[in-house]
């Protein structure tokens, strides 16, 4: 189980907690099916004010993820790439 902490990931955590609350689920219920304590699922329920504070839906692909700037920070170090 997930601390009451910040997770590493904790957009698409919360995201998959409001899902399941929009399909019907507790609180206790939705933060246990996604592995973070009940404490950390009635926090977030609390202060979205019953509402997702977050959108729904998941990330379109517009902003690069950690291993594609790695990449190409790598590239740039070696001067791979035309300017």
Known sequence: MISPGAPSSRRSIERE???????????????????VS???GARWFRQGGVMPTITLSPPGGRYLSFAEREEIGLFTNEGVGGV
């Open 17 to 35: 907690f409001w899902v399941r609350i929009a399909s019907g689920a507790s609180s206790e219920d939705a933060a246990a099916a996604i592995g």
């Open 38 to 40: 009940p404490a950390v």
